[in-house]
């Protein structure tokens, strides 16, 4: 419970077992005692206290822990509303430790990122953001905007003195300064997408020639935290895996199922559909066979494409080899396995590494954008950059550059919540679980 009452509420279905006045009790401290309910012993306990400021929403808190168990949390969250508690709404405890000041929007947000985590990588790129490290880097680009607003302000104010070149050239230096470190961050949200929503993949191949096994391969790496939701489309299932710290968003696999179960396999037109919106397609083709029509086909589809192409059950006599021309066509990356006896799959992890650069984030020193709201402000920012730098070349007066430098104000306070409106407020804090 959080809020101005809160312990006025604990005191009348609390009974401690050291009867002590609330005053006299520290914050940080538990006390063991009893959930009662006319003079019933509903469960037994430990309450922590936690005084304002110093609490999570800053303001009193405290956190009733009992055995567990749905009768009981239910029963002891009952009592509380029918002693003056309410009900917190998604995020309300987050949302209010926002209101009161005590973390940033994006600092918010990183919480849930951090409870909804589907691997490390993301786990450690929200802790990040909680820690505010994205805001203290927004905050450094602010000040330096903010040092150069002054000498505007100052040419605004006392237009007699003729300041202008001098401003216009501190004023392009800065917006150069900025932008560089904007895009930076830009940039970084390619693989704080990939942390975030997984490497959408997708597995085509003629029948037979071992999605399934394939699959089945990968799935076995970690069955643990595989995942499985429903598609954006009606018999689209989505799997989350997480290979040696790679995530992959596995398209339509149940598609790939299914269709073994009913004879009637997959065909060129359902992997034409599949593979269109996938990050990354892997092509599966029978080594132990000759090339047909039907996997030239598949070829044209992954034409353009980042895409892996994998000569399977090399455990057979090949038929078709690696160094193929034809293959060269289509994708850099050849790769031959056997999904049946795991044989090449380390290449395979190996090489989506290599082409989605996840090699390359380092989740220790680099600060990584996995939040699209944040994202698209920062790129509103480059934009007002660029017509900030054009109203200059076009010799706008001074007051009229430093609206267009205010709007990149604007657009960066909106990632910590400075500016941010109540709908947006809410609209992000509904994403959030009950009780967080
Ligand atoms: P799909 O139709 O593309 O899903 O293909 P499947 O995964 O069902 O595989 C078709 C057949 O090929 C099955 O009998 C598999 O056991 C077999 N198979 C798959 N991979 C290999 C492999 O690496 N070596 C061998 N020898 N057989 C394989």
Redesign the pocket.
């Known amino acids: 419970m959080s809020g101005k009452n809160c312990f006025e509420v604990l005191n009348k279905i609390f009974k401690p077992k050291k009867q002590e006045n609330i005053e006299d009790i520290k914050g940080y401290s538990i006390k063991y005692g009893h959930i009662i309910e006319n003079d019933m012993i509903i469960d037994e306990v430990l309450v922590s206290y936690f005084k304002a400021p110093k609490s999570y929403t800053t303001e009193d808190m405290c956190e009733i822990n009992s055995h567990g168990g749905n009768i009981v949390m239910k029963k002891i969250l009952e009592l509380c509303l029918k002693n003056g508690a309410e009900l917190a709404e998604p995020g309300e405890f987050t949302k209010r430790a926002f209101l009161n000041g005590r973390i940033d929007l994006a600092q918010a947000e990183s919480v849930i990122d951090v409870i909804n985590a589907k691997n490390e990588k993301e786990v450690k790129a929200g802790v990040k953001q909680l820690e505010g490290e994205l805001s203290q880097e927004i905050a450094v680009i602010k000040q330096e905007i903010l040092d150069v607003m002054v000498n505007i302000e100052v040419a605004i104010d006392y237009p007699e003195y003729d300041v202008d070149d001098v401003t216009n050239k501190q004023i392009l230096d800065m917006l150069d300064s900025v932008e560089e470190k904007l895009k930076k961050l830009e940039k970084s949200f390619d693989n704080g997408k990939i942390i975030k929503e997984g490497i959408k993949t997708a597995i085509i ?10 699959l089945n391969r990968i799935l076995k790496e970690d069955r643990a935290i595989v995942t499985e939701y429903e598609g954006t489309t009606r018999d689209t299932i989505e799997e989350f895996v997480n290979i040696n710290g790679i995530p992959l968003k596995l398209i339509d696999t149940a598609g ?1 199922r299914k269709a ?1 179960d009913e004879v009637e ?1 997959i065909g060129i037109h359902k992997s034409k559909e599949i593979a269109k919106d996938a990050d990354l397609i892997i092509a ?1 083709f029978d080594a ?1 066979k000759k090339l047909s029509e039907e996997d030239k086909e598949i070829l044209e589809i992954i034409k353009n494409k980042k895409a892996i192409i994998l000569l ?5 006599n090949k038929e078709i080899q690696k160094e193929d021309k034809i293959f060269r066509k289509y994708s850099d990356s050849i790769i031959e ?5 795991n044989i090449g799959i380390d290449k395979l992890y190996e090489e989506i590494t290599k082409l989605f650069e996840l090699n390359e984030i380092n989740l220790d020193n680099d600060l990584v954008i996995t939040n699209v709201r944040h994202k698209n402000l920062i790129t509103k920012a480059i934009e007002e950059i660029n017509k900030t730098r054009k109203s200059i070349k076009d010799k706008m007066p001074i007051d009229i550059v430093a609206i267009y430098i205010k709007e990149i104000l604007e657009d960066l306070g909106n990632i910590t919540g400075e500016f941010v409106t109540e709908d947006i407020i809410n609209e992000i804090f509904s994403k959030f679980c009950l009780g967080k």
């Open positions: 191949g003629r029948p037979n020639a071992g999605k399934s096994s394939l790939i073994k396999k599966i132990s399977n059950k090399i455990d057979l396995i056997s999904a049946l006896n």
